[in-house]
């Protein structure tokens, strides 16, 4: 009984230490994984470190080749935008100056239209506009082509520049009518100084400044008279304007015309009810060479 009591005891005994070692144990062992999580995590610490030290200038360098052509990308993809951008810039500035032209070419015909419904014709006097699309003014001829559509147009009509005369029609054919201009060596009209009444016969000579021949007197004449048509021989009725004296020498009375004939765009064609009657007119000139 005695030996079995001190085994019993002895067995509490071991249980006893078993039971603290294994507390210890325990104890220990957390410490241990503690310790081990932090050396694991310097450890890893470190060797992300290492890595990140040893890689980074690697990708650096293995990233230069594809940031340069990311950069040459961006470069020649702004340029081809910019180019567009600026191609589209050109057409549209190109379209707005062609709207300008258009704008300031119809502000020019308006006035030019303008001024040709200034000047108000006789009541027994019809009229129309017409364009100029061709002049000649060579050597031989100063004359003008003009669009008339289907309007009756006749030989011998008036043609008038702004206010003034500056020529009459010469052909018709279809559309299109050719313009004689005073100026033309053909032409041959018989006008007056309005001041001092003085007559003669406006020729034209090829030139800009067209002659008043077969006059009496030039002392009556001096520089800056209007000249006037006259109407005698039927071709025009008196009073129209045609210019004024631009010098008077040696019997030569030079005339300018009053409408700059080479910037007239839009002319005004004029029936009077006239007709050119040449036989008046040769005999007109036949009394003045007699006369003087």
């Known amino acids: ?3 079995r ?3 019993l005891i002895r067995i509490g005994e071991l249980k006893d230490f078993l039971r603290r070692f294994f507390i210890f144990l325990l104890f220990v062992s957390a410490f241990l994984l503690i310790l081990l999580s932090r050396v694991d995590s310097l450890v890893v610490d470190a060797a992300n470190s290492f890595v990140m030290n040893v890689t980074g200038p690697v990708m650096q360098v293995v990233e230069l080749p594809s940031r340069f052509i990311h950069r040459v990308y961006t470069y020649f993809y702004d340029i081809s935008h910019i180019y567009a951008d600026n191609r589209a810039l ?12 258009k704008v300031r070419t119809l502000e020019v ?12 014709p006789p009541a027994e006097a019809t009229f129309m506009s017409a364009k100029i699309i061709a002049e000649s003014g060579d050597s031989f001829t100063h004359t003008l082509l003009v669009y008339i ?3 009756n147009v ?25 313009v004689i201009l005073v100026t033309d060596i053909n032409s041959k009209i018989p006008v007056v100084i309005e001041r001092t009444r003085v007559r003669g016969i406006l020729s034209g000579n090829n030139t800009a400044f067209p002659q008043m021949m077969f006059t009496r007197s030039t002392s009556d004449i001096q520089e800056g008279d209007v000249v006037v048509t006259s109407g005698v021989g039927g071709m025009f009725p008196s009073g129209l304007p045609i210019g004024f004296v ?5 019997g030569i009375v030079d005339v300018e015309t009053m409408a700059d004939i080479s910037r007239v765009e839009y002319v005004r064609i004029v029936d009077y009810g006239l007709s050119a009657e040449s036989e008046n007119l040769s005999e007109f000139l036949e009394n003045d060479k007699n006369a003087q």
Do not use: H, P
């Not at 015909?109 to 108000?120: K, S």
């Not at 043609?159 to 500056?166: A, F």
């Not at 631009?246 to 040696?250: G, M, R, T, Y």
């Open 1 to 3: 009984m005695k030996r």
């Open 5 to 7: 009591g001190t085994l």
């Open 90 to 101: 050109q057409v549209e500035n190109k379209q707005m100056l062609m709207l300008q032209n």
């Open 109 to 120: 015909e308006n006035q030019l239209l303008e001024r040709l419904l200034n000047y108000v």
């Open 149 to 151: 559509g289907d309007e």
């Open 154 to 178: 006749k030989k011998g009509q008036i043609v008038l520049g702004d206010e003034s005369v500056i020529g009459r029609i010469d052909k018709v054919s279809g559309r299109y009518a050719k």
């Open 246 to 250: 631009n010098s008077v020498k040696n």
